[in-house]
């Protein structure tokens, strides 16, 4: 999902580590995968497909040393019966779950924080079974974002923090400032009417600024494969990605590797946790006011633009290019396989 499994792989790969991706494509995002679990598009067929897709690789996913999933539920519950008892039994392969608000986990704990998305929450409790199953079961959990930390800590779980991988050998800084136009973008990722992203809010903001910034366009759009977006992306200056968040995901993180200027979570009370005191993202909150006066703020002087774009370049090198993310995974690895750690090689 949004890229995150895609770029590790790409880190890994260039430490020589072999990695394949196993994926549904992500919807209309479209992104590449090694193995394919059949299509989360509706109808009988697609479902019966899924199925047999599934069925057919419950045996190579025995071959793996490690097996990963960012998804504690990717199958239906009774390939995931099997594939917990033949594929993750005595003699397989470790499992790692990497949390990332597809759980109930973070649905649930959430709503201790000041805000958060407003979300249908899971009160099944076969579900919530079922997952909680699973993630004990993990050798290891990772959490590649601080919201993620504080709700799987919430729910009882101790996560390794690992931040968020971008391969960067394949973003080009954007021209930030050099246009006649200043273009502003908050990227849709999701269906019309899910505000998960707190675009209600955001649209708002851009309503305010619209008449007071005439040179300036304000931009939503979505619906676009993985390809598309990142090809549309590179003509922006800055990018709005969501409000509700405490910290910030993968559009955010695609936004500083351009060098563009980002708004998105960057609360104080992440700052005990890893890079994020560093982070030059523009905190905002799901209040159309601060979002507009944080935009104003940036809109009146092209040269500050570039200099928040090129921090913001320089700190996705430092704590979030895809090598330096999996050699933190490499060494988690390492150590639930019970390997000599590499930097003692």
């Known amino acids: ?55 057919a690789n419950l045996l190579r996913f025995r071959k793996y040393d490690i097996i990963q999933s960012i998804s504690p539920t990717p199958f239906n519950k009774a390939i995931t019966r099997l594939m917990e008892g033949g594929v993750l039994g005595t003699g397989g392969p470790k499992y790692i779950y990497v949390s990332a608000a597809s759980d109930g986990f973070y649905r649930n704990h959430c709503r201790s924080l000041e805000y958060w998305p407003p979300l249908e929450w899971y009160h099944n409790r076969s579900v919530e079974r079922l997952e909680r199953r699973i993630a004990e079961r993990a050798t290891a959990i990772v959490t590649p974002l601080w919201d993620y930390s504080f709700t799987m800590r919430e729910a009882g779980f101790d996560p390794f923090f690992i931040p968020l991988p971008v391969d960067l050998a394949k973003i080009e800084q954007a021209p930030i400032g050099s246009r006649d136009r200043i ?65 910030f995901g993968m559009s955010a993180l695609y936004g500083l590797a351009r060098g563009q200027v980002v708004l998105s979570g960057n609360e104080p009370r992440t700052h005990d946790l890893g890079h994020y005191a ?22 009146t002087s092209r040269e500050r633009l570039v200099s928040i774009g090129a921090a913001g370049r320089r700190y996705a090198e430092r ?13 988690l690895y390492e150590r639930v396989l019970g390997l000599p750690d590499a930097a003692q090689r």
């Open 183 to 247: 273009s502003v973008y908050h990227p849709l990722n999701r269906d019309e009417g899910d505000d998960f992203k707190g675009t209600s809010h955001i649209r708002a903001a851009f309503a305010k600024l619209r008449s007071e910034f005439p040179d300036v366009d304000f931009i939503e759009k979505g619906g676009m494969s993985f390809a598309e977006y990142s090809h549309f992306s590179q003509g922006m200056d800055v990018i709005v990605d969501q409000t509700y968040s405490q910290s």
């Open 1 to 55: 999902m949004s890229g995150v499994q895609t770029d590790l792989k790409a880190g890994l790969r260039s430490l020589g580590v072999e990695a394949d991706l196993a994926t549904f494509g992500d919807h209309h995002k479209r992104f590449a995968t090694d193995v394919r679990l059949g299509s989360t598009d509706p109808g009988l067929t697609n479902a019966i497909g899924r199925v047999t897709f599934q069925l």
């Open 319 to 331: 704590f979030h290019s895809a090598d330096v993310v999996a050699r933190r995974y490499l060494a």
């Open 278 to 299: 560093q982070s030059p993202i523009i905190n905002i909150r799901p209040e159309p006011d601060q979002i507009a006066s944080k935009l104003r703020d940036i809109l």
